[in-house]
């Protein structure tokens, strides 16, 4: 498998090739996952795991350590269901999140990815302000293969350009629904006032089946505390981190799921149409650990 950039692989080499488990071996374990970004609380509480598996199989061979590293984070990430729920029809997923974490470029990648599960797609523009901004997402679209419905005119209300792509989604039999939303409004209190509009008016029509925020994996907590009005409130139901490659914050992403105790749906990893990847904890366990 290829290394990643946050895999831990490079950083725990030396420690697993030694002849014994020693007290450095904590030491540079606890380095090495305070490094990748899992956090203080996370990283002592699977190094106290951790120690108290190598004490109960008593065992000194750092390679046992490896696999138990490996077992130990799986059994984390997959405490989380990390399936996407997109059984109904339409299913309608709404993405939110700040501006500049990569809400547009995902929304492209994300359904290039149904695409390639046999889905058809359509987005929304609900995001209004901006026409660049809408001129972008309708290029992102294209690329991932599905058709946009935009607003009429530049400060639509969002909720009526939601509304209408459902109902095109509808009209055509088009499986997905993906509406982009603002990131960033006056007030937190106007935006969440304005997603909630988003919600009831979409609901009129079909169940809204994932509500998805995105993340910039390189901004670590503070990515976190700016989606604040976002976790309290706007009924998240998944998470999106992006920019994981060239990053090495590999642990951030159970950090943020025992922080939230909101699920890792999909990552990102690259500025391309194909860089986008479901979450499968015994996958990433392997890439993060081997
Ligand atoms: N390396 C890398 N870059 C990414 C990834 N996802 C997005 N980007 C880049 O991040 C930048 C911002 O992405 P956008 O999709 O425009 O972000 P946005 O949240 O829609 O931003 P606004 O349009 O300002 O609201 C772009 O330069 C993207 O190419 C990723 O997974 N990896």
């Known amino acids: 498998m290829a290394e990643n950039s946050w895999s831990l692989g490079r950083a725990l080499r030396g420690l697993f090739v030694k002849p014994t488990i020693d007290e450095t071996t904590w030491d540079d374990l606890e380095t090495a996952l305070l490094t990748a970004d899992f956090g203080p609380d996370v990283t002592e509480r699977l190094i106290d795991e951790l120690r108290e598996k190598v004490e109960r199989y008593r065992t000194t061979d750092?390679?046992?350590?490896?696999?138990?590293?490996?077992?130990?984070?799986?059994?984390?990430?997959?405490?989380?269901?990390?399936?996407?729920?997109?059984?109904?029809?339409?299913?309608?997923?709404?993405?939110?999140?700040?501006?500049?974490?990569?809400?547009?470029?995902?929304?492209?990648?994300?359904?290039?990815?149904?695409?390639?599960?046999?889905?058809?797609v359509v987005v929304g523009?609900?995001?209004t302000f901006r026409a660049a901004a809408v001129d972008q997402l309708a290029t992102w679209a294209?690329?991932?293969?599905?058709?946009?419905?935009r607003p009429q005119h530049e400060g639509q209300d969002p909720a009526s350009v939601a509304f209408q792509t459902v109902a095109h989604a509808k009209e055509t039999a088009t499986e997905i629904v993906l509406i982009d939303t603002a990131g960033r409004l006056h007030t937190k209190g106007g935006l969440m006032d304005e997603l909630g509009k988003i919600k009831r008016v979409v609901e009129k029509q079909a169940p809204i089946s994932e509500v998805?925020?995105?993340?910039?994996?390189?901004?670590?907590?503070?990515?976190?505390?700016?989606?604040?009005?976002?976790?309290?409130?706007?009924?998240?139901?998944?998470?999106?981190l992006t920019k994981l490659d060239g990053s090495a914050k590999g642990g951030f992403v159970l950090a943020v799921?025992?922080?939230?105790?909101?699920?890792?749906?999909?990552?990102?990893?690259?500025?391309?149409?194909?860089?986008?990847?479901?979450?499968?904890?015994?996958?990433?366990?392997?890439?993060?650990?081997?």
């Open 125 to 127: 523009a609900a995001d």
């Open 257 to 290: 799921q025992e922080r939230t105790g909101i699920p890792v749906k999909l990552l990102g990893q690259g500025e391309g149409i194909g860089d986008l990847t479901g979450f499968t904890p015994h996958v990433f366990a392997a890439s993060l650990v081997d």
């Open 212 to 240: 998805l925020l995105v993340l910039d994996a390189t901004t670590g907590q503070n990515g976190l505390l700016q989606a604040q009005a976002f976790l309290d409130s706007a009924g998240v139901t998944g998470l999106v």
């Open 142 to 149: 294209e690329r991932g293969g599905a058709t946009i419905v």
């Open 62 to 120: 750092p390679r046992d350590l490896q696999r138990m590293l490996r077992e130990t984070l799986e059994e984390h990430f997959a405490k989380f269901d990390t399936t996407l729920r997109l059984t109904e029809r339409p299913a309608v997923v709404l993405v939110v999140g700040v501006n500049g974490v990569g809400k547009t470029t995902t929304i492209g990648k994300f359904a290039k990815f149904l695409q390639r599960y046999g889905r058809t």
